[in-house]
T-cell receptor, first 114, second 119 residues
Framework: QKEVEQDPGPLSVPEGAIVSLNCTYS??????FMWYRQYSRKGPELLMYTYSSGNKEDGRFTAQVDKSSKYISLFIRDSQPSDSATYLCAMSLVRGAGSYQLTFGKGTKLSVIP | DTEVTQTPKHLVMGMTNKKSLKCEQH?????MYWYKQKAKKPPELMFVYSYEKLSINESVPSRFSPECPNSSLLNLHLHALQPEDSALYLCASSQDPPRPAAGGANVLTFGAGSRLTVL
């Protein structure tokens, strides 16, 4: 079983729809949970990060972490064509000096159709 | 200035060439990273520099040689690469190096990447 599972899509939604992106993970030691957005031919851009279980909201974006289920979600409200990109979940832990792990999901390709 | 700048944007090289990728940040970040990303795959960590010292090498072949001349610059020297090394090479930085006390809470800022093609 891979440490982080993410459905690669592609996912197509009409403009204005609510988008739900999800990742599951197997390593309960992960401590921080992040969502990155990557436009074509660009580097990943951090959208949000969370530490504890619960919700975190930033404008149209809501990140949700459920550590008991090892499940994280990103919700996008009122989706716009400019939201069309690949969304990568990422999780990190530090095991000790010099031992760091940041594991990305495969990314979900989202298209928002005008 | 909240950017990580990478040059060149595109690079084509033969298997016998020697070339370098460059990365620069002026955010005062103390950790810098090299990642490799193949098409439709997530980024994979290659190296981490903390306070200008190499702290993590993820078993990367010696044909990739990182260098951190100062706290703002990170280079990746390339020599005798293989066609399978063709990929997007991403540089990133974070304010603090990864350390247990922070629990992995180092948020990475990525550059736009250098797209490398090895013929």
């Amino acid at each position: 079983q891979k440490e982080v599972e993410q459905d690669p899509g592609p996912l197509s939604v009409p403009e204005g729809a609510i988008v739900s992106l999800n990742c599951t993970y197997s390593n309960s030691a992960f401590q921080y949970f992040m969502w990155y957005r990557q436009y074509s031919r660009k580097g990943p851009e951090l959208l949000m990060y969370t530490y504890s279980s619960g919700n975190k909201e930033d404008g149209r974006f809501t990140a949700q972490v459920d550590k008991s289920s090892k499940y994280i979600s990103l919700f996008i409200r009122d989706s716009q064509p400019s939201d069309s990109a690949t969304y990568l979940c990422a999780m990190s832990l530090v095991r000790g000096a010099g031992s760091y792990q940041l594991t990305f999901g495969k990314g979900t390709k989202l298209s928002v159709i005008p | 200035d909240t950017e990580v700048t990478q040059t060149p944007k595109h690079l084509v090289m033969g298997m016998t060439n020697k070339k370098s990728l460059k990365c620069e940040q002026h955010m005062g970040h103390r950790a810098m990273y090299w990642y490799k990303q193949k098409a439709k795959k997530p980024p994979e960590l290659m190296f981490v520099y903390s306070y200008e010292k190499l702290s993590i090498n993820e078993s990367v072949p010696s044909r990739f040689s990182p260098e951190c001349p100062n706290s703002s610059l990170l280079n990746l020297h390339l020599h005798a690469l293989q066609p399978e090394d063709s990929a997007l090479y991403l540089c990133a930085s974070s304010q603090d190096p990864p350390r247990p006390a922070a629990g992995g809470a180092n948020v990475l800022t990525f550059g736009a990447g250098s797209r490398l093609t090895v013929l």
